[in-house]
């Protein structure tokens, strides 16, 4: 009997800047990761600053949510 693989789905909030592509670029890293993206809501920038909610669905041969994360947070752009 094999056991089945579980998902999981995370839901985060990133400030970035707003700059041309940066969105594009913070989806193509997770998507690097293997992870599904569910939700994108990002609100009107207010000082060139605009805030990212994302939920993702995490798949069994995802890589690790932490380094993922870890990679978000040293993109150019993300506070």
């Known amino acids: 009997m094999r056991m089945q693989e579980v998902e999981q789905t995370i839901t985060f909030m990133i400030q970035m800047d707003d700059t041309p592509g940066l969105l594009s670029k913070v989806l193509s890293n997770v998507a690097k990761f293997q992870a599904n993206i569910l ?11 605009a805030m990212l909610t994302l939920s993702i669905e995490i798949l069994p041969q995802a890589e690790s949510i932490s380094t993922m994360l870890d990679a978000l947070e040293s993109m150019e752009g993300i506070h």
Do not use: C, E, F
């Open 39 to 49: 939700t994108i809501h990002q609100t009107i920038p207010v000082n060139k600053i």
